[in-house]
């Protein structure tokens, strides 16, 4: 789960506390009302998007691994809401480590049941099934790098 995510739950957390106490138990005349309105905003949105992308972001690898795509080795927590929900499932993973080989480890076949690889290269694979289209791509940055997962259906003529 991203650490940012992590930290803007908490901070609405507090906010909600605070438009609550300013809202509530010690309401001013100045700012009563816009303080209650504040604690229902952060109640109704804020806390529940937040909660909602951590918890769509713990399962990520489990609905990548559904599509029978092995999660390349090294990927850590994903990055903001690309984590493999809708029509078009993307996945966006940071990495621990700069060097990938993105289309070696998919040359494996353990490593894609299901899907055949049509294209590869060292920091990209598309995979192709009866259905989906799977575009994998890395990119490298000083200290780590990134990985992402792109699922199109294959239209059918």
């Known amino acids: 789960m991203e650490k940012s995510i992590i930290l803007l739950l908490f901070f609405s957390f507090v906010l909600a506390i605070t438009s609550f106490y300013l809202g509530f138990i010690k309401p001013s005349k100045n700012l009563g009302h ?22 769509f972001q713990s399962s990520a690898k489990e609905r990548l691994m559904d599509t029978g795509i092995v999660p390349y ?20 993973f940071r990495t621990v480590t700069d060097k990938l080989s993105i ?45 992402m997962y792109l699922m199109d259906k294959i239209p059918v003529d």
């Not at 995979?127 to 780590?144: D, R, W």
């Open 34 to 55: 816009a303080a209650k309105l504040f604690f229902v905003l952060v109640i109704v949105i804020l806390i529940p998007l937040f909660a909602g992308i951590l918890w």
């Open 103 to 147: 289309g070696s480890f998919y040359t494996n076949e353990n490593n894609r049941p299901g899907w055949n690889l049509t294209e590869s290269g060292e920091q990209s694979a598309i995979l192709i099934n009866t259905e989906n289209k799977m575009t994998i791509k890395a990119q490298t940055g000083s200290e780590k790098g990134s990985v």
């Open 73 to 92: 080795p090294g990927i850590g927590e994903t990055i903001g809401i690309a984590f493999g929900t809708g029509d078009r499932p993307v996945w966006l």
